[in-house]
């Protein structure tokens, strides 16, 4: 499906929804959210108003063209009013992380030299109140929950406030708003995305509208999509990923968008919304997967032998889909194990999903398959902030799990004498604002160096191995890629979050934090006592259950690449904690260090000997 209509700038895609395609479509729905248990929509007439006034509001503020707006908020339509009200302007948003501390967002809001800041509740609200007066730029502050407002805060607005200086704004600049999206160019910044990193300071990503509307023009061009599309959308929108995927490329094709109400919300969001669309991370499939294997597991056996008939059945089919050759016979056990066991299984995510795509970090090859098996076909791509963001992806009628499929059309990947993945095209970022040096490292004659490790394989799909700064070298000079191994482990039910330690080490261990559920699960069926669920990791039972899950995964893995010792941890590894980024990467410099002595001890032994 190509664009609803050709256009070089978000704002010109703005201004053709709510001029065309809106006024031809008066009924549709742009977007919906839940308010008080019922899912309420939003026409293309309220969008624009809604937009507009808000637009000429920061206008009356002072926002002109090249000034950077920040936004701290969570996914709901305010978030698209406000971002396409600073495009609209000729104005730069600085999208950030709820999650982020004081520290981090003062750190941004003076490095992108921000005037304003939008929030969207009282907790963003304080934390930027908390580090003003040490943001020189910083001249009012937008708050979306009006009943979270603070009185006496200087220069504190409103949405509704802001919006009613535009109505006043608009009585003697009536045309200011459409006459500042006709000034867009493709070459004009857009927005500075900010890297969480996994070590140092935050590096703001600069993306022009020519470098985002490339890489949906590349999405629309290759993957089924319409306006008869609804996506479901709970990726934060600060990251490039959902941003690029289920926002701008959701509204080029004109399809709905409905915001979840949070991540806990998603399975019954899925069933009410029944989406056709949705981007998402492996992390929501390890948990629609892990749901119904424990729903398994807790059916009699003849249950659960009628389970794995039907998923074995799924999986022979697709396999034989492929290669174009379907027996009569195995079309009509296809149909039977449908009936009884697949469709149930789709039907929790709506019964109406087309595809998903995935991307973030690694899927592992057994969900990709046992997803292809139920009847959902999710998609891995790859790429970076910096690539706003695809560099590849699988396509809807050419996947292959394992991969990450082959280059998006407009894109040029290629691999490096040392392994590293190298890509040039129109969606590359401008560079890092204010950071000549880590520009300059990043971005060599045209290439960007993404600090990733691939090789593609004999048919061109593109397979990722590791990041360059994560290989392991053991003491006995193996090299050693911690991510793949991480994630086969992590396919475990009884294991929730698997660190590899070894670089310089003579083995491989392991900081393991278990899936509390599933081992309270096994506590109670053994009769094993506990007063809370972190007692368990001291139970000798548990350990020797997260051994015997190891011991199952290294029968596939090189003796190098076996898992000699572990520990297991009481608490989960949380952005709050500072050990993974709000992207949900590991930082493992930060973890090694707090878990030094932990580590040292599983070393210990062999030390002494």
């Known amino acids: 499906m190509a664009l609803l209509k050709e256009f070089k700038t978000i704002p010109e895609l703005y201004e053709f929804l709510t001029e065309e395609f809106g006024k031809n479509n008066p009924e549709r729905f742009v977007m919906k959210q839940k308010v008080e248990k019922e899912w309420v929509g939003i026409k293309y007439a309220e969008f624009k108003e809604q937009t507009e006034t808000f637009a000429l509001g920061l206008a009356s503020l002072g926002v002109k063209r090249g000034d950077n707006v920040s936004i701290i908020s969570e996914n709901r339509p305010e978030w698209v009013y406000c971002d396409m009200a600073i495009l609209g302007l000729g104005a730069v948003d600085v999208p950030l992380y709820p999650s982020l501390t004081s520290d981090n967002i003062e750190f941004i809001l003076n490095n992108s030299d921000s005037v304003g800041v939008i929030c969207s509740t009282k907790l963003q609200l304080n934390k930027v109140l908390k580090i003003r007066d040490k943001c020189k730029t910083l001249k009012f502050i937008v708050l979306l929950n009006e009943k979270d407002v603070i009185a006496g805060v200087p220069n504190l607005y409103t949405f509704k406030d802001v919006q009613e200086r535009g109505k006043e704004f608009a009585v003697k600049h009536k045309t200011h ?20 990193g996994t070590t140092g300071e935050p590096k703001g990503v600069m993306l022009t509208h020519k470098n985002i509307v490339s890489n949906m023009r590349d999405a629309l061009l290759l993957y089924p999509m319409d306006s008869k599309d609804i996506f479901l959308s709970f990726l934060p929108l600060c990251h490039i990923f959902e941003r690029m995927g289920g926002y701008y490329t959701a509204f080029a094709c004109g399809g709905e968008i409905c915001y979840a109400q949070s991540i806990e919300t998603v399975a019954s969001d899925l069933a009410e919304i029944k989406p056709t669309i949705m981007t998402a991370v492996p992390r929501l499939f390890e948990r629609i997967y892990s749901k119904v294997i424990k729903n398994v597991e807790s059916q009699s056996e003849k249950k659960q032998k009628i389970f794995n008939w039907a998923l074995n059945v799924g999986m022979e089919y697709c396999k034989a889909r492929k290669n174009n050759n379907i ?3 195995l079309t009509i ?9 697949l469709k149930k299984i789709r039907m929790r995510t709506g019964g109406n999903l087309k595809f998903l795509i995935s991307g973030g970090a690694a899927l592992a090859r057994e969900l990709g398959e046992f997803f292809e098996a139920v009847g959902i076909i999710v998609l891995e791509g790859y790429g970076l902030t910096e690539s706003s963001p695809v560099l590849s992806a699988n396509r809807f009628d050419n996947y292959k799990f394992g991969t990450v499929g082959k280059p998006f059309p407009s894109v040029e990947v290629k691999i490096a004498s ?3 993945i190298l890509a040039r095209g129109p969606n590359i970022m401008q560079g890092y604002y204010k950071n000549k040096k880590e520009t300059d490292e990043t ?7 993404t600090g990733d490790i691939g090789v593609f394989d004999a048919e061109g799909f593109l397979v990722i191995t590791d990041r360059k700064k994560n290989l392991f070298k053991t003491s006995a000079g193996k090299y050693i890629a911690p991510t793949p191994l991480e994630n086969m482990f992590l396919a475990s039910k009884y294991i929730d979050q698997f660190v590899l330690i070894g670089d310089k080490r003579m083995f491989l261990s392991a900081l393991i934090v278990p899936d509390f559920e599933a081992i309270k699960e096994y506590a109670d069926s053994h009769n094993i006592k506990y007063d809370n669920p972190e007692e368990l990791v001291d139970v000798k039972e548990v350990y020797d259950l997260i051994e015997k899950e190891l011991h199952r995964f290294h029968k596939s893995l090189a003796n190098y690449e076996k898992v000699r010792k572990f520990a297991l941890l009481t608490k989960p590894f949380s952005i709050e904690g500072g050990e993974i980024t709000p992207s949900l990467k590991l930082k493992r410099k930060v973890i090694e260090e707090r878990y030094r002595n932990l580590i040292e001890e599983m070393y210990s032994e062999i030390n002494k000997g």
């Open 333 to 341: 056990k296809h149909k039977i194990a449908d009936a009884v066991v």
């Open 177 to 196: 708003f459409r006459d500042s999206i006709r000034l867009a160019k493709e070459n004009d910044l857009c927005t500075i995305i900010y890297t969480s």
């Open 443 to 449: 971005l060599k004659d045209g290439w960007l160096h």
């Open 327 to 329: 027996p009569v016979r």
């Open 418 to 420: 040392d392994g590293e």
